[in-house]
């Protein structure tokens, strides 16, 4: 165990730090919320982190931190009824209890549950148990289990609202989104059709239903593929010059990292019935570029490149 005070220098939140063969991980039990997430190279050195932190992070109990993987739920986005109410529910801002911690060397498997209270009653009216169970190896690996023990039919929404590092926003991207419907959330929620890349010069806010399993986030330092189970919502966010007036943001912050979250949204969200469960799972797995003689790249893959040519090729260190 540790906290904010001895790894940020902000007294306010405890934490766990994960120190296995494969990778170093903080999460804080304040809304079970990895913030940081680190591969080891086979000497042991640290990689290229796997998310993005705010430098400008505020750690305070009942606010949410700016970075990492916060989890969304039961609602994404405004609450329906509530005004005032925690943007994107509750669970980010509770502190969830550690139920189970199993290591085996090279990966480190945890699980935390939140339950349903007289306090979250008040804003949402069903009895739940949610577990968010993290392995922590080779890859980065979240599965939800969201169980109605009341006795009536729950909705859900969620997300698990992914902070990613890039070093230039204007050349990522995820392919996979081009030519899909998404509602742009950022011009009265209005159905538009992704006509060609991500365009990241300005405030983005575009939430795709239905999007594949699998998509990948295209970076000039490695891309990472975001793999789901019953996750089918797509969001893609990024605040462009919002960010100067977020005081866990700041100038300039919003050309280093861009949020690809996956989850359950609007036309998506779940509907448990009383007495049920449902589950859904997202792994997180980084593809550095290395330059090989003779290839080609597209997307993860080596193909053959023209006589004579050496272009970057995405090596797969993950896995999968």
């Known amino acids: 165990m540790s906290d904010t005070g001895t790894m940020y220098n902000q007294q306010g939140l405890p934490l766990i730090v994960v120190d296995n063969a494969q990778c170093q991980a903080v999460i804080a039990l304040q809304g079970a919320h990895i913030l940081e997430f680190k591969r080891k190279s086979v000497d042991g050195t640290i990689a290229t982190p796997l998310l993005w932190l705010s430098p400008n992070a505020i750690f305070a109990p009942g606010k949410a931190v700016r970075g990492g993987v916060p989890l969304c739920f039961p609602w994404f986005g405004p609450h329906a009824l509530v005004a005032n109410a925690p943007q994107h529910g509750f669970a980010r801002i509770r502190t969830w209890r550690l139920v189970r911690a199993v290591g085996t060397g090279d990966t480190t498997e945890l699980v935390f549950s939140l339950t349903s209270s007289s306090e979250t009653l008040e804003l949402y009216p069903h009895e739940f148990t949610a577990e968010l169970l993290f392995s ?65 010069s300005r405030h983005t806010d575009a939430v795709f239903t239905q999007s594949p399993d699998a998509i990948t986030l295209v970076r000039p330092e490695g891309n990472i593929e975001i793999s789901t189970e019953n996750a089918p919502t797509t969001v893609v966010w990024n605040p462009c010059n919002l960010a100067n007036t977020m005081a866990d943001l700041g100038p300039g912050t919003q050309q280093q990292f861009v949020c690809v979250e996956r989850g359950v949204a609007f036309g998506d969200c779940w509907q448990v019935a009383a007495g049920d469960s449902t589950r859904a799972a997202m792994r997180l797995c980084m593809v ?29 260190e993950c896995g999968l």
């Open 136 to 200: 922590l190896g080779e890859s980065l690996s979240f599965e939800l289990t969201v169980s109605n023990t009341g006795t009536s039919t729950m909705p859900v929404g969620w997300a698990l609202h992914s902070y990613f590092p890039v070093s230039d926003t204007a050349t990522a991207t995820v392919p996979e989104l081009v030519g899909s419907e998404y509602l742009d959330q950022t011009d009265n929620a209005r159905i538009k059709r992704l006509a060609r890349n991500l365009d990241f």
């Open 288 to 316: 550095p570029v290395q330059v090989l003689p003779d290839t080609d790249v597209r997307y993860g893959t080596c193909n053959p490149a023209q006589p004579g040519g050496t272009t970057d090729c995405h090596v797969r």
